[in-house]
């Protein structure tokens, strides 16, 4: 038996040998393939038991256990519509989830004023969701295939946050009549609490908690602080990373970094207004930016509070060193290895997970290498 043991034992340590090593300016890694097969795969929760849930676009919900992906979707979900870019996306668990199992999703969901963001909320009991109700719906909805948003954060003071895109629809932006081009804050039922900012104005939407943002599709509570941080595509180059604060103007259309798609030519009035907020940092050319966390595992050390950010366009992984508010430094890690990284978490067994964004999507963990 001993003997089989250290067979077993030089096998892995050969296997292990193989992998490819990457360096990066703090720490070498390897890139662990964790599973495949999953079809445009949007967003990735850690349950308490070890079990991972991963959200496919197309409306699946599934399932990951001990490396291996549960061959039937989970039950029980409403109706998603695949639209363009939206269909099943944003995922979070309810903080008290231990206790009442309560998951959060967000979709695309078809109305009598086109397609819109909902979240929606239920049980989960094996492989099924049991008491699916929705608690927001995008009002008003939109024609066009873009822009949904669209990530779920709960903060540590129990509100849920939900991210929202322009819709393709510039004029959107500024309006407060309307969902769009927000970050939207809401009790843990979908009911706006009596603290957002624009809660009893005249003609605003009670839930909408910023406005002027793009197309945000990450977003992250910051470790120290518990602030929540999001980064959102700019059109041309301008994609951005803000600290969300309440009532805060963050001026697309009106100010931005990019321009227009194929012409070059300026958007709004330019980059500065007054009353308008500027980006914490920002990408120009653009590399189009998708899921975000911050690391505050111990597999990492020198890892510690850096924010990870995936790349589309640019099919990466930047890494950024922070002083309070301020990136110090950018790295830019992976380019061209993975694809399109489509969502970045930092997990409880201290790695940091990744998922790409193709039709054979993977999941896979940066270990450190030795």
Same mark, same amino acid.
């Given at each position: ?11 892995l340590a050969a296997c ?5 090593? &990457?360096?990066?300016e703090e720490h070498t ?8 097969? *999953? %079809?445009? !795969? ?18 699946? *919900? ?17 109706? =998603?519509?695949? &639209? ?8 979070? *668990?309810?903080? /008290? ?8 999703? %967000? ?7 086109? $397609? ?8 989960? $009991? ?7 109700? $929705?608690?927001?719906?995008? /009002? ?42 927000s970050v939207i804050r ?22 909408? &908690?910023?406005?002027?943002? +793009? ?7 910051? !470790? ?16 951005? $990373? ?6 805060? /103007?963050?001026?697309?259309? =009106?100010?931005?970094?990019? =321009? /227009? &798609? ?39 050390? +020198? ?16 890494? *950024? ?26 997990? !409880? ?22």
């Amino acid at each position: 038996m001993k003997r089989l043991f250290s067979i077993i034992a030089l096998l892995l340590a050969a296997c292990a040998a193989q992998a490819q090593t &990457y360096r990066s300016e703090e720490h070498t890694f390897i890139v662990k393939r964790v599973l495949g097969g *999953l %079809s445009h !795969p949007w967003s990735l929760a850690f349950l308490p038991d070890g079990r991972m849930l991963i959200t496919e676009r197309e409306g699946r *919900l599934r399932i990951a256990k001990d490396g291996r992906l549960e061959p039937q979707p989970v039950a029980g979900l409403p109706p =998603v519509t695949l &639209y363009g870019q939206g269909g099943l996306m944003g995922l979070a *668990l309810h903080p /008290n989830y231990a206790h009442n199992g309560l998951v959060y999703w %967000s979709y695309a969901s078809r109305g009598a004023d086109g $397609v819109g963001t909902e979240v929606a909320r239920g049980k989960l $009991v094996g492989n099924r969701i049991e008491g699916a109700e $929705v608690i927001f719906r995008q /009002n008003p909805k939109g024609t066009t295939g873009r822009h949904f948003g669209s990530r779920l954060v709960f903060d540590r003071a129990g509100f849920l946050y939900l991210t929202l895109g322009d819709r393709g629809e510039q004029d959107r932006a500024q309006r407060p009549d309307d969902h769009a081009d927000s970050v939207i804050r809401l009790h843990d039922d979908g009911k706006a609490p009596k603290g957002n900012p624009f809660v009893g104005k005249p003609g605003w939407k009670p839930e909408k &908690y910023t406005l002027g943002n +793009r197309n945000l599709q990450g977003a992250a509570l910051h !470790p120290a602080t518990g602030l929540l941080w999001t980064h959102e595509h700019g059109p041309q180059g301008g994609d951005e $990373v803000n600290v969300i604060r309440a009532g805060v /103007n963050y001026g697309w259309p =009106v100010i931005t970094y990019g =321009v /227009n &798609y194929g012409l070059g030519t300026k958007i709004g009035e330019g980059t500065h207004k007054e009353g308008m907020a500027q980006p914490l940092h920002r990408w120009v050319p653009s590399i189009a930016p998708s899921g975000m966390a911050f690391y505050v595992g111990d597999r990492f050390p +020198r890892w510690q509070g850096d924010l990870f950010v995936g790349a589309l366009k640019d099919q990466m992984l930047v890494r *950024l060193k922070l002083k309070g508010e301020t990136v110090v430094r950018e790295e830019r890690m992976l380019k061209g290895v993975l694809g399109r990284i489509r969502d970045v978490r930092a997990a !409880p067994d201290g790695y940091l997970y990744l998922l790409t964004d193709e039709s054979d999507g993977v999941l896979v963990r940066l270990e450190p290498a030795g």
